[in-house]
Protein backbone atom coordinates (compact mmCIF):
# COMPACT_ATOMS: atom_id res chain seq x y z
CA UNK A 1 0.00 0.00 0.00
CA UNK A 2 1.25 3.46 -0.98
CA UNK A 3 2.44 5.34 2.00
CA UNK A 4 0.73 8.40 0.65
CA UNK A 5 -3.02 6.59 0.55
CA UNK A 6 -5.48 7.95 2.48
CA UNK A 7 -7.03 6.41 5.74
CA UNK A 8 -9.84 4.64 3.65
CA UNK A 9 -7.12 3.28 1.94
CA UNK A 10 -7.30 4.31 -1.16
CA UNK A 11 -4.34 5.80 -3.10
CA UNK A 12 -4.80 10.28 -3.79
CA UNK A 13 -4.07 11.00 -7.27
CA UNK A 14 -0.91 13.13 -8.07
CA UNK A 15 -1.20 16.98 -8.78
CA UNK A 16 -2.48 17.93 -12.44
CA UNK A 17 -1.43 20.62 -14.17
CA UNK A 18 -2.72 21.66 -17.38
CA UNK A 19 -3.37 17.45 -17.91
CA UNK A 20 -0.17 16.95 -17.10
CA UNK A 21 0.90 14.98 -14.16
CA UNK A 22 3.79 16.93 -11.95
CA UNK A 23 4.45 14.50 -9.11
CA UNK A 24 7.92 13.61 -8.48
CA UNK A 25 8.75 11.23 -6.02
CA UNK A 26 12.60 11.96 -5.73
CA UNK A 27 13.40 12.55 -2.24
CA UNK A 28 14.32 16.65 -1.24
CA UNK A 29 11.79 18.01 -3.81
CA UNK A 30 8.42 18.77 -2.05
CA UNK A 31 5.26 19.22 -2.87
CA UNK A 32 4.77 22.70 -3.39
CA UNK A 33 7.40 22.48 -5.80
CA UNK A 34 5.62 19.82 -8.13
CA UNK A 35 2.35 21.34 -7.98
CA UNK A 36 3.75 24.53 -9.64
CA UNK A 37 5.76 24.12 -13.45
CA UNK A 38 8.75 26.20 -12.88
CA UNK A 39 9.18 25.59 -9.10
CA UNK A 40 9.46 22.07 -10.19
CA UNK A 41 11.24 22.37 -13.38
CA UNK A 42 13.73 24.46 -10.65
CA UNK A 43 14.33 21.96 -7.80
CA UNK A 44 14.35 18.90 -10.44
CA UNK A 45 17.32 21.17 -11.87
CA UNK A 46 19.00 21.77 -8.41
CA UNK A 47 18.60 18.42 -7.71
CA UNK A 48 19.92 16.98 -10.61
CA UNK A 49 23.20 19.43 -9.98
CA UNK A 50 23.12 18.06 -6.27
CA UNK A 51 23.40 14.87 -7.65
CA UNK A 52 26.58 15.36 -9.45
CA UNK A 53 28.03 16.65 -6.24
CA UNK A 54 27.27 14.21 -4.15
CA UNK A 55 28.65 10.95 -6.46
CA UNK A 56 32.38 11.79 -4.38
CA UNK A 57 30.34 10.37 -1.54
CA UNK A 58 29.13 6.97 -2.70
CA UNK A 59 29.13 5.40 1.16
CA UNK A 60 25.83 7.16 1.75
CA UNK A 61 22.56 6.17 0.82
CA UNK A 62 18.74 6.45 1.34
CA UNK A 63 17.18 4.33 4.42
CA UNK A 64 13.91 3.09 4.44
CA UNK A 65 11.16 5.52 5.58
CA UNK A 66 8.67 5.31 8.18
CA UNK A 67 6.10 8.27 10.06
CA UNK A 68 6.78 10.38 13.05
CA UNK A 69 4.26 10.98 15.59
CA UNK A 70 2.36 13.71 13.06
CA UNK A 71 2.12 11.18 10.33
CA UNK A 72 4.85 12.99 8.18
CA UNK A 73 6.70 10.71 6.26
CA UNK A 74 10.54 11.01 7.02
CA UNK A 75 13.14 10.11 4.47
CA UNK A 76 16.35 9.14 6.51
CA UNK A 77 19.77 8.61 4.81
CA UNK A 78 22.27 6.48 6.34
CA UNK A 79 25.69 5.52 4.96
CA UNK A 80 26.91 2.01 3.29
CA UNK A 81 27.59 0.05 6.45
CA UNK A 82 24.41 1.31 8.35
CA UNK A 83 22.04 0.46 5.14
CA UNK A 84 23.38 -3.27 4.73
CA UNK A 85 22.97 -3.90 8.79
CA UNK A 86 19.08 -2.69 8.58
CA UNK A 87 18.22 -3.97 5.20
CA UNK A 88 15.77 -6.75 6.65
CA UNK A 89 13.80 -4.54 9.29
CA UNK A 90 10.47 -3.92 9.34
CA UNK A 91 10.12 -0.46 9.81
CA UNK A 92 5.79 0.06 10.37
CA UNK A 93 3.35 2.84 11.67
CA UNK A 94 0.30 2.33 13.26
CA UNK A 95 -1.32 3.92 10.32
CA UNK A 96 -0.20 2.45 7.10
CA UNK A 97 3.09 0.07 6.16
CA UNK A 98 5.71 1.81 4.56
CA UNK A 99 7.61 0.24 1.14
CA UNK A 100 11.06 0.62 0.90
CA UNK A 101 12.58 3.27 -1.63
CA UNK A 102 15.99 3.28 -1.19
CA UNK A 103 16.54 0.94 -3.66
CA UNK A 104 14.44 2.48 -6.23
CA UNK A 105 16.09 6.21 -5.62
CA UNK A 106 19.93 4.81 -5.38
CA UNK A 107 19.50 2.69 -8.77
CA UNK A 108 17.67 6.12 -10.06
CA UNK A 109 20.37 8.62 -8.69
CA UNK A 110 23.65 6.34 -8.66
CA UNK A 111 23.96 8.73 -5.35
CA UNK A 112 21.46 10.12 -3.17
CA UNK A 113 20.30 13.91 -3.43
CA UNK A 114 19.86 14.43 -0.10
CA UNK A 115 22.07 13.24 3.37
CA UNK A 116 19.52 14.82 5.84
CA UNK A 117 16.56 13.51 7.02
CA UNK A 118 13.14 15.27 5.15
CA UNK A 119 9.84 15.65 6.86
CA UNK A 120 7.04 15.95 3.86
CA UNK A 121 3.24 15.88 4.54
CA UNK A 122 2.07 13.33 2.21
CA UNK A 123 -1.24 13.90 -0.13
CA UNK A 124 -4.52 13.41 0.94
CA UNK A 125 -3.88 14.14 4.62
CA UNK A 126 -5.31 17.41 6.19
CA UNK A 127 -3.05 19.96 7.46
CA UNK A 128 -2.76 23.82 7.68
CA UNK A 129 0.08 23.74 5.35
CA UNK A 130 1.05 20.36 4.05
CA UNK A 131 3.72 21.61 1.53
CA UNK A 132 6.27 22.78 4.39
CA UNK A 133 9.66 21.18 4.19
CA UNK A 134 10.91 20.36 7.70
CA UNK A 135 14.49 19.00 8.60
CA UNK A 136 14.83 16.47 10.94
CA UNK A 137 17.08 16.01 13.80
CA UNK A 138 19.91 13.62 11.87
CA UNK A 139 22.80 16.05 11.73
CA UNK A 140 24.40 14.39 8.91
CA UNK A 141 25.32 16.86 6.24
CA UNK A 142 22.54 17.17 3.84
CA UNK A 143 23.32 17.00 -0.06
CA UNK A 144 22.54 20.76 -0.48
CA UNK A 145 24.83 21.63 1.84
CA UNK A 146 27.62 20.04 0.68
CA UNK A 147 26.88 21.92 -2.23
CA UNK A 148 26.47 25.16 -0.26
CA UNK A 149 29.97 24.10 1.28
CA UNK A 150 31.89 23.76 -2.12
CA UNK A 151 30.42 27.16 -2.81
CA UNK A 152 31.35 28.45 -0.18
CA UNK A 153 35.02 27.28 -1.00
CA UNK A 154 35.24 28.39 -4.19
CA UNK A 155 34.55 32.10 -2.97
CA UNK A 156 36.90 31.67 -0.35
CA UNK A 157 39.51 30.54 -3.04
CA UNK A 158 38.82 33.28 -5.21
CA UNK A 159 38.59 35.87 -2.63
CA UNK A 160 41.83 34.85 -0.55
CA UNK A 161 43.22 37.90 1.41
CA UNK A 162 41.01 40.36 -0.41
CA UNK A 163 38.56 40.82 2.92
CA UNK A 164 41.93 41.14 4.86
CA UNK A 165 44.28 43.42 2.99
CA UNK A 166 44.36 46.91 4.94
CA UNK A 167 42.17 45.38 7.99
CA UNK A 168 43.88 48.08 10.16
CA UNK A 169 43.03 51.08 8.22
CA UNK A 170 39.69 49.81 8.59
CA UNK A 171 39.65 49.23 12.66
CA UNK A 172 38.07 52.11 14.68
CA UNK A 173 40.02 51.54 17.90
CA UNK A 174 43.48 51.78 16.11
CA UNK A 175 45.09 55.74 16.44
CA UNK A 176 45.55 57.49 12.50
CA UNK A 177 49.02 57.54 11.58
CA UNK A 178 51.13 60.63 10.26
CA UNK A 179 52.69 61.07 6.61
CA UNK A 180 56.55 61.93 7.21
CA UNK A 181 57.57 61.33 3.53
CA UNK A 182 58.15 64.91 2.63
CA UNK A 183 60.96 65.25 5.92
CA UNK A 184 61.71 61.70 5.46
CA UNK A 185 62.88 63.16 1.86
CA UNK A 186 64.93 66.19 3.45
CA UNK A 187 66.74 64.60 5.95
CA UNK A 188 67.76 62.06 3.05
CA UNK A 189 68.97 65.17 0.87
CA UNK A 190 70.60 66.40 3.49
CA UNK A 191 72.53 62.71 4.16
CA UNK A 192 73.78 62.57 0.31
CA UNK A 193 75.05 65.85 0.81
CA UNK A 194 76.77 64.52 4.21
CA UNK A 195 75.06 66.25 7.05
CA UNK A 196 74.36 63.65 9.12
CA UNK A 197 71.94 64.40 12.67
CA UNK A 198 72.04 60.93 14.32
CA UNK A 199 73.39 60.94 18.09
CA UNK A 200 76.21 58.74 19.41
CA UNK A 201 74.19 59.18 22.77
CA UNK A 202 72.13 55.48 21.48
CA UNK A 203 72.77 52.16 20.04
CA UNK A 204 70.89 51.24 16.87
CA UNK A 205 70.24 47.78 16.93
CA UNK A 206 69.36 45.96 13.79
CA UNK A 207 66.64 43.48 13.87
CA UNK A 208 66.53 41.17 10.43
CA UNK A 209 64.05 39.09 8.94
CA UNK A 210 62.54 35.82 7.75
CA UNK A 211 66.19 33.67 6.67
CA UNK A 212 68.19 36.24 7.55
CA UNK A 213 70.27 33.23 9.19
CA UNK A 214 70.87 32.28 5.72
CA UNK A 215 71.78 35.55 4.39
CA UNK A 216 75.54 36.46 5.60
CA UNK A 217 75.13 39.94 4.29
CA UNK A 218 71.47 40.77 5.44
CA UNK A 219 72.27 44.61 6.93
CA UNK A 220 75.99 44.43 6.97
CA UNK A 221 76.36 47.05 5.08
CA UNK A 222 74.54 49.51 7.21
CA UNK A 223 76.06 48.48 9.66
CA UNK A 224 79.49 48.73 8.48
CA UNK A 225 77.78 52.49 7.41
CA UNK A 226 76.86 53.36 10.85
CA UNK A 227 80.35 52.05 12.67
CA UNK A 228 81.69 54.94 9.73
CA UNK A 229 80.34 57.20 11.80
CA UNK A 230 81.08 56.86 14.80
CA UNK A 231 78.09 55.02 15.88
CA UNK A 232 77.36 51.91 18.06
CA UNK A 233 75.10 49.45 15.71
CA UNK A 234 74.15 46.01 16.15
CA UNK A 235 72.38 43.07 14.32
CA UNK A 236 70.85 41.16 16.49
CA UNK A 237 71.56 37.34 16.20
CA UNK A 238 68.31 36.13 16.87
CA UNK A 239 66.82 32.92 15.43
CA UNK A 240 64.50 34.85 12.34
CA UNK A 241 62.67 31.62 11.58
CA UNK A 242 61.27 31.05 14.95
CA UNK A 243 57.72 32.03 16.01
CA UNK A 244 57.02 35.70 16.87
CA UNK A 245 56.71 35.29 20.58
CA UNK A 246 59.93 33.54 21.08
CA UNK A 247 61.76 36.35 19.26
CA UNK A 248 60.34 39.25 21.01
CA UNK A 249 61.39 37.78 24.45
CA UNK A 250 65.32 37.46 22.43
CA UNK A 251 65.12 41.53 21.96
CA UNK A 252 64.22 42.19 25.25
CA UNK A 253 67.16 39.91 26.77
CA UNK A 254 69.36 41.93 23.78
CA UNK A 255 67.82 44.91 24.51
CA UNK A 256 68.67 44.79 28.13
CA UNK A 257 71.97 43.34 27.83
CA UNK A 258 72.56 47.01 25.52
CA UNK A 259 71.76 48.97 27.85
CA UNK A 260 73.26 47.48 31.39
CA UNK A 261 76.73 47.43 29.21
CA UNK A 262 76.55 51.04 27.43
CA UNK A 263 74.31 52.86 29.85
CA UNK A 264 72.75 54.10 26.51
CA UNK A 265 68.63 53.82 25.30
CA UNK A 266 68.63 51.78 22.21
CA UNK A 267 67.06 52.62 19.14
CA UNK A 268 65.90 49.66 16.73
CA UNK A 269 65.08 49.22 13.09
CA UNK A 270 63.83 46.24 11.93
CA UNK A 271 63.38 44.68 8.85
CA UNK A 272 60.29 42.64 7.38
CA UNK A 273 59.44 39.85 10.37
CA UNK A 274 61.89 41.63 12.09
CA UNK A 275 59.76 44.64 12.29
CA UNK A 276 57.03 42.33 13.74
CA UNK A 277 59.55 40.55 16.45
CA UNK A 278 60.86 44.12 17.44
CA UNK A 279 57.25 45.30 17.35
CA UNK A 280 55.94 42.10 19.91
CA UNK A 281 59.39 42.42 22.25
CA UNK A 282 58.17 46.19 23.17
CA UNK A 283 54.30 45.58 23.13
CA UNK A 284 54.74 42.39 25.72
CA UNK A 285 57.64 43.55 27.98
CA UNK A 286 57.15 47.45 27.71
CA UNK A 287 56.82 47.95 31.35
CA UNK A 288 60.61 46.44 31.42
CA UNK A 289 61.84 47.99 28.40
CA UNK A 290 59.94 51.74 28.85
CA UNK A 291 63.70 53.53 29.94
CA UNK A 292 66.02 52.04 27.88
CA UNK A 293 64.46 51.92 24.28
CA UNK A 294 63.78 55.50 22.65
CA UNK A 295 62.17 54.46 19.55
CA UNK A 296 61.35 51.85 17.15
CA UNK A 297 61.03 51.78 13.08
CA UNK A 298 59.51 49.32 10.78
CA UNK A 299 60.58 48.69 7.23
CA UNK A 300 58.70 47.06 5.06
CA UNK A 301 57.19 44.95 7.92
CA UNK A 302 53.70 43.50 7.75
CA UNK A 303 52.43 44.54 11.01
CA UNK A 304 48.90 43.49 10.01
CA UNK A 305 49.69 40.76 8.10
CA UNK A 306 50.92 39.14 4.59
CA UNK A 307 48.86 38.12 1.85
CA UNK A 308 51.99 35.64 0.94
CA UNK A 309 52.13 33.79 3.87
CA UNK A 310 48.44 33.68 4.57
CA UNK A 311 47.47 32.55 0.79
CA UNK A 312 49.99 29.57 1.12
CA UNK A 313 48.83 28.03 4.71
CA UNK A 314 45.06 29.03 4.73
CA UNK A 315 42.71 26.01 3.59
CA UNK A 316 40.83 26.51 0.04
CA UNK A 317 44.05 28.55 -1.39
CA UNK A 318 47.26 27.84 -3.21
CA UNK A 319 48.67 25.62 -0.73
CA UNK A 320 46.06 22.59 -1.46
CA UNK A 321 46.47 23.01 -5.18
CA UNK A 322 50.25 22.75 -5.62
CA UNK A 323 51.80 21.37 -1.97
CA UNK A 324 53.10 24.54 -1.53
CA UNK A 325 52.25 24.25 2.37
CA UNK A 326 54.14 21.19 2.61
CA UNK A 327 56.95 22.26 0.63
CA UNK A 328 57.52 25.90 2.91
CA UNK A 329 56.97 22.90 6.03
CA UNK A 330 60.19 20.65 4.95
CA UNK A 331 62.06 23.97 3.99
CA UNK A 332 61.45 25.38 7.18
CA UNK A 333 61.38 22.78 9.54
CA UNK A 334 63.80 19.92 8.07
CA UNK A 335 66.54 22.23 5.86
CA UNK A 336 67.22 25.38 7.71
CA UNK A 337 65.81 23.93 11.10
CA UNK A 338 63.08 26.42 11.96
CA UNK A 339 59.84 26.56 13.23
CA UNK A 340 57.08 26.60 10.91
CA UNK A 341 54.83 28.99 13.76
CA UNK A 342 57.37 31.74 12.30
CA UNK A 343 55.27 31.85 8.78
CA UNK A 344 51.79 31.33 10.55
CA UNK A 345 52.31 34.31 12.76
CA UNK A 346 52.76 36.19 9.83
CA UNK A 347 48.82 35.72 8.84
CA UNK A 348 46.40 37.64 8.81
CA UNK A 349 44.20 35.38 11.48
CA UNK A 350 47.42 35.19 13.74
CA UNK A 351 48.23 38.98 13.36
CA UNK A 352 44.49 40.04 14.92
CA UNK A 353 44.60 37.80 17.75
CA UNK A 354 47.96 39.01 18.44
CA UNK A 355 46.98 42.80 18.14
CA UNK A 356 44.33 41.91 20.11
CA UNK A 357 45.98 40.92 23.20
CA UNK A 358 49.27 43.02 23.13
CA UNK A 359 49.26 46.90 21.79
CA UNK A 360 52.23 49.13 21.04
CA UNK A 361 52.62 51.56 24.13
CA UNK A 362 51.47 55.54 23.00
CA UNK A 363 54.01 57.14 24.25
CA UNK A 364 56.71 54.79 22.02
CA UNK A 365 57.49 57.00 18.88
CA UNK A 366 57.29 54.63 15.93
CA UNK A 367 58.13 54.58 12.56
CA UNK A 368 56.84 52.48 9.27
CA UNK A 369 58.10 52.35 5.61
CA UNK A 370 56.80 51.04 2.93
CA UNK A 371 57.61 50.78 -0.65
CA UNK A 372 56.45 49.61 -4.21
CA UNK A 373 58.26 47.25 -6.35
CA UNK A 374 59.06 47.97 -10.09
CA UNK A 375 57.08 45.43 -12.32
CA UNK A 376 59.47 46.86 -15.13
CA UNK A 377 61.13 44.15 -17.28
CA UNK A 378 64.23 46.26 -16.37
CA UNK A 379 64.46 43.88 -12.59
CA UNK A 380 64.89 40.31 -14.68
CA UNK A 381 68.19 41.67 -14.71
CA UNK A 382 69.30 42.60 -11.66
CA UNK A 383 70.71 40.43 -8.77
CA UNK A 384 71.18 41.13 -5.62
CA UNK A 385 74.29 40.03 -3.58
CA UNK A 386 73.65 37.94 -0.35
CA UNK A 387 76.89 36.59 0.30
CA UNK A 388 80.96 36.26 -1.01
CA UNK A 389 82.64 33.36 -1.45
CA UNK A 390 86.49 33.35 -0.86
CA UNK A 391 88.63 31.64 -3.02
CA UNK A 392 91.58 29.95 -1.59
CA UNK A 393 95.17 30.94 -2.64
CA UNK A 394 96.87 28.32 -5.57
CA UNK A 395 100.19 28.96 -4.11
CA UNK A 396 101.11 28.81 -0.60
CA UNK A 397 104.22 31.87 -0.66
CA UNK A 398 101.21 34.03 -2.24
CA UNK A 399 100.94 37.01 -0.26
CA UNK A 400 97.89 39.35 -0.35
CA UNK A 401 94.72 39.31 0.61
CA UNK A 402 92.37 36.11 -0.09
CA UNK A 403 90.10 36.56 -3.94
CA UNK A 404 86.10 36.86 -2.47
CA UNK A 405 83.76 36.39 -5.35
CA UNK A 406 80.24 37.92 -4.88
CA UNK A 407 77.08 35.30 -4.41
CA UNK A 408 74.26 36.49 -6.27
CA UNK A 409 70.79 35.72 -7.00
CA UNK A 410 67.81 37.13 -9.02
CA UNK A 411 65.73 38.23 -5.96
CA UNK A 412 64.33 41.59 -7.87
CA UNK A 413 63.06 39.38 -10.74
CA UNK A 414 61.31 37.24 -7.94
CA UNK A 415 60.18 40.07 -5.61
CA UNK A 416 58.49 41.69 -9.07
CA UNK A 417 56.42 38.40 -10.12
CA UNK A 418 55.13 38.27 -6.63
CA UNK A 419 54.02 42.06 -6.90
CA UNK A 420 52.75 41.53 -10.38
CA UNK A 421 50.28 38.34 -8.69
CA UNK A 422 49.47 40.70 -5.70
CA UNK A 423 49.04 43.27 -8.30
CA UNK A 424 46.72 41.30 -10.74
CA UNK A 425 44.58 39.15 -7.74
CA UNK A 426 44.25 42.18 -4.99
CA UNK A 427 44.60 44.99 -6.91
CA UNK A 428 47.48 46.20 -4.19
CA UNK A 429 50.47 47.96 -4.58
CA UNK A 430 53.42 45.87 -2.58
CA UNK A 431 57.17 45.54 -2.18
CA UNK A 432 56.79 41.76 -3.69
CA UNK A 433 55.75 40.49 -0.20
CA UNK A 434 54.27 42.74 1.89
CA UNK A 435 51.12 44.96 0.98
CA UNK A 436 51.64 49.07 1.46
CA UNK A 437 48.94 49.08 3.47
CA UNK A 438 49.30 46.11 5.71
CA UNK A 439 53.17 47.43 6.43
CA UNK A 440 51.57 50.83 8.12
CA UNK A 441 51.72 50.59 11.60
CA UNK A 442 48.66 52.64 13.32
CA UNK A 443 50.04 55.94 14.93
CA UNK A 444 53.25 56.06 13.41
CA UNK A 445 55.13 58.64 11.50
CA UNK A 446 54.45 56.81 8.02
CA UNK A 447 57.06 57.16 4.98
CA UNK A 448 55.98 56.74 1.61
CA UNK A 449 58.57 57.13 -1.18
CA UNK A 450 57.99 57.33 -4.67
CA UNK A 451 60.96 55.27 -5.27
CA UNK A 452 60.05 51.92 -6.88
CA UNK A 453 62.42 49.15 -4.17
CA UNK A 454 61.26 46.13 -3.58
CA UNK A 455 61.47 43.85 -0.51
CA UNK A 456 64.77 42.73 -0.65
CA UNK A 457 66.62 45.83 -1.37
CA UNK A 458 66.80 47.13 1.79
CA UNK A 459 68.78 44.57 3.21
CA UNK A 460 71.14 43.19 0.08
CA UNK A 461 73.06 45.21 -2.46
CA UNK A 462 72.75 44.76 -5.97
CA UNK A 463 75.06 44.43 -8.75
CA UNK A 464 73.43 47.45 -10.50
CA UNK A 465 72.36 49.76 -7.96
CA UNK A 466 72.27 53.73 -9.20
CA UNK A 467 74.84 55.49 -7.48
CA UNK A 468 72.90 59.02 -8.19
CA UNK A 469 70.16 57.15 -5.49
CA UNK A 470 70.28 56.65 -2.13
CA UNK A 471 71.66 53.17 -1.01
CA UNK A 472 69.65 50.91 1.57
CA UNK A 473 72.21 51.88 4.37
CA UNK A 474 71.51 56.21 3.95
CA UNK A 475 68.23 55.07 3.67
CA UNK A 476 68.02 52.99 7.47
CA UNK A 477 69.63 56.24 8.78
CA UNK A 478 67.03 58.77 7.53
CA UNK A 479 64.88 56.96 9.23
CA UNK A 480 66.00 56.46 12.22
CA UNK A 481 67.08 60.11 12.12
CA UNK A 482 63.48 60.81 11.76
CA UNK A 483 62.71 58.56 14.54
CA UNK A 484 65.08 60.64 16.91
CA UNK A 485 63.02 63.63 15.70
CA UNK A 486 60.35 62.11 16.26
CA UNK A 487 60.86 61.21 19.69
CA UNK A 488 62.15 64.24 20.63
CA UNK A 489 58.93 66.16 19.59
CA UNK A 490 56.89 63.81 21.73
CA UNK A 491 59.13 64.21 24.82
CA UNK A 492 58.40 67.33 24.16
CA UNK A 493 54.44 67.33 24.12
CA UNK A 494 54.69 65.45 27.10
CA UNK A 495 56.68 67.63 28.77
CA UNK A 496 54.11 70.66 28.10
CA UNK A 497 50.93 68.47 29.13
CA UNK A 498 52.57 68.14 32.95
CA UNK A 499 53.91 71.62 32.79
Not at 97 to 116: G, H, M, N, R, T
Not at 314 to 332: P, S
Not at 343 to 350: A, G, M, Q, S, V
Not at 365 to 373: D, K, L, N
Request: negative net charge.
Amino acid sequence: MDARNSKSGESSPPPMVNGTSLRDDRPGIPQLFTSVPALHEAASYLAETTSIFTRCFPDISVKTASRDSDGQEMLAFVSAEARASTANRDWSSSDASVPSVSESIYDKFDAPLVQSGITRSPLGESSQNPNVLALSNNTNPTGLSIFQGIVEKVRRTVRGSADDIGWLQQATDMPPVEDGTERFTEILDDIRHGLHALPNTMVYLLVPGLFSNHGPLYFVNTKTSFSKMGLTCHIAKIHSEASVEKNAKEIKDYIEEIYWGSKKRVLLLGHSKGGVDAAASLSMYWDELKDKVAGLALAQSPYGGSPIASDILREGQLGDYVNIRKLMEILICKVIKGDMQALEDLTYEKRKDFLRKYHLPKDLPIVSFHTEASISPAVLATLSRVAHAELPTFSPLSVGNPTTLPVVIPLGAAMAACAQLLQIRYGEKSDGLVTCRDAEVPGSIVVRPKRKLDHAWMVYSSLNDDTSEADASQVCEALLTLLVESGLKKRHEISNKDE
